[in-house]
């Protein structure tokens, strides 16, 4: 955690630095919004700003987003009137805490800050595996490739591999590369020189140097034009970078990670991705299932959003009902988690009841949420739910109860049965024809297994 201080209230502003300091941060100061926005160009990196209330927040802010630089603001002052608390939340600080600072308050921030309430929520056993796999290479320099598709957590999954490696206590860097024009996309990555080109005042350090020690992530890095792509795979080779305009290379000792939502192989068939930088980013592939193939996070997700947005609406917190939970569990989830987080923060503001109720889920525009026609989260959780009942069970009870209940599932039809099985039609008709034999009741085409027509 970097914190930032601007401005010189004297020992008030030095004793948040020290519960800062207690607390974990690495704490640094300057007296201007000149001297904040040029060190942070400088590289000297911030994951929090803390600013003197009497100062141009709004200027600051400004110059910031000039530079492409988005850092969290909190206001800070002394014996300050509430209108002037409310006039620096309007001008885009994020908080304002009173001076001299409470240590509670001083840590809740930090802590705020540090975890970006993107909490690693990973219950279900496909995503289990995932961390699982995350847990083991973490430890490692490898580079790391995180596919899945958009909004199922890529950056919270690079987030949570930084804090399990050695880099840990060392900055997270995150690039957006689809968001970054590409013109000014180098630039960010590796820096400039003053007048390397038309605006370039003074000398910027890019991403790369200021990741330095610790990690960078490159986010949906499909989007890089094939002439950066070049550059990129040279520092990752040679673990050095030329500053646009520089006079020379520049060492870096940074752990890469890249995301994708698309499908990097066809992109490479399709000459729109180096194949050898491919290989180089991926040495480590970690696939985020969608949300819809891992049940088990849809309801620990609700939960975790609805105490989120509890809390920072100021609400007390609500159980979700019975009603709201199945309802949750028949979406299909296109915006995976994203979109899930957006449901639940509309249905804790809607909720009139003593739990969130089925009522308050709804959509963007307020619409109420109705089952889709496919159910696939629903039908995985009673699948979950089923493996858990056989345990005590033979192998062969087990497998005939989950081909019977497939075949159920499929109406009695034999090849659409097989195919979800992963066997062939003949060895299905053989293990059906011994279950006839022992008298168990085998749906026919168009039943059920109670004998019923569709």
Not at 160 to 174: E, W
Not at 213 to 241: N, P, V, Y
Not at 301 to 321: E, M, P, Q
């Given at each position: 955690m970097r914190l930032l201080i601007v401005g010189s209230l004297s020992g008030q502003l030095s004793e948040a630095t020290s519960i800062a300091h207690r607390r974990g941060a690495k704490v640094s100061q300057v007296d201007s919004i000149e001297q904040a926005t040029r060190a942070l160009c400088a590289g000297q990196g911030a994951d929090l700003i803390m600013v003197d209330l009497n100062l141009d927040i709004a200027a600051?802010?400004?110059?910031?987003?000039?530079?492409?630089?988005?850092?969290?603001?909190?206001?800070?002052?002394?014996?300050?009137?509430?209108?002037?608390a409310a006039a620096a939340i309007r001008a885009g600080a994020k908080e304002f805490i009173p001076l001299p600072p409470d240590s509670d308050m001083i840590a809740a921030v930090l802590a705020a800050v540090s975890d970006d309430e993107r909490a690693m929520i990973a219950q279900d056993p496909a995503m289990q595996d995932i961390t699982g796999l995350a847990d083991q290479v973490a430890g490692s320099d490898a580079s790391i490739l995180i596919t899945g598709e958009s909004g199922a957590g890529k950056e919270v999954m690079a987030r949570y591999v930084h804090t399990k490696s050695r880099r840990a206590k060392n900055p997270f860097i995150s690039v957006n590369c689809a968001a970054i024009p590409e013109n000014l996309l180098e630039s960010e990555l590796f820096g400039h020189e003053k007048g390397a080109f038309t605006g370039a005042t003074a000398r910027r350090i890019g991403k790369f140097e200021e990741a330095d020690g610790g990690t960078l992530l490159l986010d949906e890095i499909s989007e890089m034009d094939a002439r950066l792509q070049a550059k990129l795979l040279r520092a990752l080779q040679e673990r050095e970078i030329d500053r646009v305009g520089g006079s020379g290379p520049v060492k870096v000792d940074i752990r890469i990670i890249a995301t994708s939502n698309r499908d990097l192989k066809k992109a490479v068939a399709?000459?729109?991705?180096?194949?050898?930088?491919?290989?180089?980013?991926?040495?480590?592939?970690?696939?985020?299932?969608?949300?819809?193939?891992?049940?088990?996070?849809?309801?620990?997700?609700?939960?975790?959003?609805?105490?989120?947005?509890?809390?920072?609406?100021?609400?007390?917190?609500?159980?979700?009902?019975?009603?709201?939970?199945?309802?949750?569990?028949?979406?299909?989830?296109?915006?995976?988690?994203?979109?899930?987080?957006?449901?639940?923060?509309?249905?804790?503001?809607?909720?009139?009841?003593?739990e969130i109720e089925r009522n308050a889920i709804r959509m963007p525009d307020g619409s109420v949420y109705t089952p889709g026609e496919d159910n696939t989260a629903r039908r995985a959780a009673e699948t979950a739910e089923a493996a858990q009942s056989a345990v005590g069970k033979t192998v062969a009870e087990v497998e005939q109860q989950l081909i019977l209940d497939t075949l159920e599932h499929c109406l009695g039809n034999r090849t659409h049965a097989a195919n979800i099985l992963g066997i062939s039609i003949r060895t299905l008709r053989n293990k059906l024809r011994l279950y006839i034999d022992e008298g168990v009741q085998v749906p026919q085409s168009g039943q059920s297994r109670a004998g019923e027509a569709a």
């Amino acid at each position: 955690m970097r914190l930032l201080i601007v401005g010189s209230l004297s020992g008030q502003l030095s004793e948040a630095t020290s519960i800062a300091h207690r607390r974990g941060a690495k704490v640094s100061q300057v007296d201007s919004i000149e001297q904040a926005t040029r060190a942070l160009c400088a590289g000297q990196g911030a994951d929090l700003i803390m600013v003197d209330l009497n100062l141009d927040i709004a200027a600051l802010i400004a110059a910031n987003e000039a530079e492409r630089i988005h850092v969290p603001i909190v206001a800070c002052g002394v014996n300050v009137r509430p209108e002037a608390a409310a006039a620096a939340i309007r001008a885009g600080a994020k908080e304002f805490i009173p001076l001299p600072p409470d240590s509670d308050m001083i840590a809740a921030v930090l802590a705020a800050v540090s975890d970006d309430e993107r909490a690693m929520i990973a219950q279900d056993p496909a995503m289990q595996d995932i961390t699982g796999l995350a847990d083991q290479v973490a430890g490692s320099d490898a580079s790391i490739l995180i596919t899945g598709e958009s909004g199922a957590g890529k950056e919270v999954m690079a987030r949570y591999v930084h804090t399990k490696s050695r880099r840990a206590k060392n900055p997270f860097i995150s690039v957006n590369c689809a968001a970054i024009p590409e013109n000014l996309l180098e630039s960010e990555l590796f820096g400039h020189e003053k007048g390397a080109f038309t605006g370039a005042t003074a000398r910027r350090i890019g991403k790369f140097e200021e990741a330095d020690g610790g990690t960078l992530l490159l986010d949906e890095i499909s989007e890089m034009d094939a002439r950066l792509q070049a550059k990129l795979l040279r520092a990752l080779q040679e673990r050095e970078i030329d500053r646009v305009g520089g006079s020379g290379p520049v060492k870096v000792d940074i752990r890469i990670i890249a995301t994708s939502n698309r499908d990097l192989k066809k992109a490479v068939a399709e000459n729109q991705f180096r194949e050898d930088l491919l290989f180089r980013l991926n040495v480590v592939n970690l696939h985020l299932p969608a949300l819809r193939e891992r049940p088990a996070d849809i309801l620990a997700l609700a939960d975790h959003f609805g105490k989120k947005y509890a809390a920072a609406n100021g609400l007390s917190h609500k159980a979700i009902s019975k009603d709201a939970r199945d309802l949750l569990l028949t979406r299909n989830w296109p915006g995976n988690v994203r979109e899930l987080e957006n449901t639940m923060h509309r249905a804790v503001l809607l909720s009139r009841e003593e739990e969130i109720e089925r009522n308050a889920i709804r959509m963007p525009d307020g619409s109420v949420y109705t089952p889709g026609e496919d159910n696939t989260a629903r039908r995985a959780a009673e699948t979950a739910e089923a493996a858990q009942s056989a345990v005590g069970k033979t192998v062969a009870e087990v497998e005939q109860q989950l081909i019977l209940d497939t075949l159920e599932h499929c109406l009695g039809n034999r090849t659409h049965a097989a195919n979800i099985l992963g066997i062939s039609i003949r060895t299905l008709r053989n293990k059906l024809r011994l279950y006839i034999d022992e008298g168990v009741q085998v749906p026919q085409s168009g039943q059920s297994r109670a004998g019923e027509a569709a």
